[in-house]
């Protein structure tokens, strides 16, 4: 079964800082990957996702990730950060193909940005 | 609007209730996920059903149930409440099967008093 771990429960930047997210999965097989972000009182909303080709994804809002296949991992990144940024973060992982489970979800990341 | 309708947007009950979640999915997808998010558990998988079939169960307690009718929407029955399935419970849709990525409703919030 594949697991995605989110290195940081929480973090704090002030703005205009620059953001890195951490995210590892563990799986056996190809996978694809996902980050998606929560507003307080919303539902998930996809920020960028990779499934093949160019490693470097970028996604809405300037937010882009890396996947690196050798490093099991799927970064987040944001050169500089807003206080609309105040979000949780999730990493998730689904098998190539789709896969009848789903996705699997990381614990999360608290960001919060100060003024 | 993510395309995901899912009702009520909130629900209390008490202990030993029974309560039903409703979902719509986004038009043209035929898959509904449904997940539980808590803040000690994170985001669980519950359950799967593709085109009115069941597809796969996650970690769904043997009290919860869900179906999905042939005009696709999707129910998730949670029966005999416990405070601990006090929870925001959402919904996704995907086609095909989430290999192209899935589109979150709002969620239910569910408040077991």
């Known amino acids: 079964a594949q697991s995605v771990s989110q290195h940081n429960h929480h973090v704090i930047l002030s703005e205009a800082a620059s953001l890195e997210l951490g995210c590892n999965y563990s799986?056996?097989?190809?996978?694809?990957l996902f980050w998606y972000v929560q507003y307080p009182g919303q539902h998930l909303q996809l920020l960028l996702k990779?499934?093949?080709?160019?490693?470097l994804v970028k996604g809405i809002k300037g937010f882009e990730a890396e996947f690196i296949k050798s490093k099991f991992s799927f970064n987040l990144r944001k050169p500089s950060v807003q206080w609309s940024d105040t979000a949780e973060y999730f990493c998730?992982?689904?098998?190539?193909?789709?896969?009848?489970?789903?996705?699997?979800f990381g614990k999360g990341t608290h960001l919060i940005i100060q003024p | 609007d993510s395309g995901v309708t899912q009702t009520p947007k909130h629900l209390i009950t008490a202990t030993g209730q029974r309560v039903t979640l409703r979902c719509s999915p986004r038009s043209g997808d035929l898959s509904v996920y449904w997940y539980q998010q808590s803040l000690d558990q994170g985001l669980q998988f519950l359950i799967h059903y593709y085109n009115g079939e069941e597809r796969a169960k996650g970690n769904i307690l043997e009290r919860f149930s869900a179906q999905q009718f042939p005009d696709l929407h999707s129910e998730l029955n949670l029966s005999s409440l416990e405070l601990g399935d006090s929870a925001l419970y959402f919904c996704?849709?995907?086609?095909?099967?989430?290999?192209?990525?899935?589109?979150f409703g709002s969620g239910t919030r569910l408040t077991v008093v």
């Open positions: 998730a992982v689904n098998k190539k193909g789709g896969g009848a489970d789903g996705l699997t």
């Open positions: 990779y499934f093949s080709g160019d490693p």
């Open positions: 996704a849709s995907s086609s095909p099967n989430g290999g192209y990525g899935y589109t």
């Open positions: 799986y056996g097989g190809t996978v694809n």
